[in-house]
């Protein structure tokens, strides 16, 4: 079966006018309607390319769904539609590739950056402060208590509300992902009550933080800071945070090339590490 067969939802953003980067598409009204054609990107790639595809495609698992990232539209787009299934959201990350929606109404937009923003554990980068207040013993910090609540902060707390990317059916698939043990998350308590944390998914050595949110000062910084903590320990060699803001890149956060980021993908696939169910390392 061809790419053409099985993924017939790719989205030809140059003939459906979409253009921008994961900040700037984001409103419902960027898209009128998504036409299910295959552009022919492969026409227009020179035998190189085709080459460095081919090696890629042979280092990852065979996808059942995807086209390689490779073939992504200068944008990072590679197409829309799709289900948020654990099947579609598993092959998906396989393949360094994510769903970012637009909007309830809208398909979802499937994406892989170029360049892709990670965090290499070993460089993380915390201020004298922040050391100070992970260890002043202000916060009690654990991980997969409350899934739930870490996805919904970070769905609706501040200004998020209706402005978020996590749509209602976002989180129930990352609850599902949760429910099967794939998706984890990392809170942050004071008084015992829950004021920030940090999710993501967790694939062989593959950690891909999703999301982090606070009601209360450096509880989320907190919740980073004991999950790279926690990822070294237990084994983890890549932490994906898709891409780069400046709150990011004052932790060390660096951007790299997609295809670096596919080649160390493969490597953390065949890395064989588990989450674990309690928090190990230190700050």
């Not at 539209?73 to 579609?88: C, F, K, R, S, Y």
């Not at 004021?195 to 998914?201: H, I, K, N, T, W």
């Not at 593959?206 to 990822?231: G, N, P, Q, T």
Request: one cysteine or more.
């Amino acid at each position: 079966m061809g790419v053409r067969q099985h993924f017939g939802f790719i989205l030809d953003t140059q003939r459906l006018g979409i253009r921008g980067t994961l900040n700037s598409v984001k409103k419902p009204s960027k898209i009128a309607q998504v036409l299910a054609i295959w552009p022919e990107y492969l026409n227009n790639l020179t035998e190189m390319s085709k080459q460095e595809i081919g090696l890629m495609m042979a280092k990852l698992p065979r996808s059942s769904f995807f086209p390689p990232a490779e073939l992504a539209n200068e944008d990072g787009i590679v197409g829309a539609g799709g289900e948020l299934t654990p099947e579609w959201l598993l092959d998906a990350y396989k393949q360094g590739i994510f769903p970012w929606p637009v909007g309830n109404n809208c398909p979802t937009l499937w994406w892989s950056p170029d360049p892709r923003a990670i965090i290499q554990m070993d460089d993380l980068y915390v201020s004298r402060r922040l050391r100070r207040t992970c260890l002043c013993g202000r916060f009690e910090v654990t991980c997969d208590r409350d899934f739930g609540g870490v996805i919904g902060g970070c769905a609706s707390s501040g200004d998020r509300e209706s402005q978020t990317w996590l749509t209602p059916k976002m989180v129930e698939a990352y609850k599902r992902m949760f429910e099967l043990g794939y998706a984890h998350s990392v809170e942050v308590w004071h008084s015992g009550q829950l004021v920030g944390g940090v999710y993501g998914l967790a694939i062989g050595g593959l950690f891909s933080a999703e999301s982090k949110y606070h009601i209360m000062r450096d509880a989320s910084k907190v919740a980073l800071v004991r999950l790279v903590s926690h990822l070294r320990a237990r084994g983890y060699v890549l932490l994906d945070i898709q891409q780069l803001t400046p709150h990011a890149a004052r932790f060390g956060a660096i951007e790299i090339p997609r295809n670096e980021y596919l080649m160390r993908l493969a490597e953390a696939l065949n890395t064989r590490v588990t989450f674990g169910d309690h928090l190990e390392g230190t700050f």
